[in-house]
């Protein structure tokens, strides 16, 4: 006879935890500056379980990569320099 879909268990361990021991609490509020040596350990306050990580975004070109010209353009020139030559250029019929 073979076990039910539902009452298998999954491999994956089944995500994160919401729920801490007294200790981690304890530890979690020590580090936040919350809690001091010798306060009570009954009705402590909540503590954030899970925080979800920022993506980091990843560069194109590198910022100090020079321009075709061979010379890297002024600060003030990066900006100004694609609209100016838009501006400059007429449109030909």
């Known amino acids: 006879m ?3 879909s539902s ?8 995500g994160s935890r919401n729920v801490w021991t007294r200790v ?3 530890a979690a509020l ?3 500056g919350r809690w001091q040596e010798g306060q009570r350990v009954e009705g402590l306050p909540k503590v954030r379980t899970a925080f979800k990580a920022k993506a980091k975004k990843k560069a194109d070109a590198p910022a100090a990569a020079p321009a075709a010209g ?3 353009p002024a600060a ?4 100004a ?3 100016a ?3 400059a250029a007429p449109a030909k019929k």
Not at 7 to 14: N, Q
Not at 76 to 79: P, S, V, Y
Request: proline fraction near 3%; avoid cysteine.
């Open 2 to 4: 073979s076990i039910h």
């Open 7 to 14: 009452l298998k268990s999954s491999k994956s361990g089944g």
């Open 24 to 26: 981690e609490r304890l």
């Open 30 to 32: 020590k580090k936040a």
């Open 70 to 72: 061979g010379k890297a």
């Open 76 to 79: 003030g020139a990066k900006a």
């Open 81 to 83: 320099a694609p609209a």
């Open 85 to 87: 030559a838009a501006k």
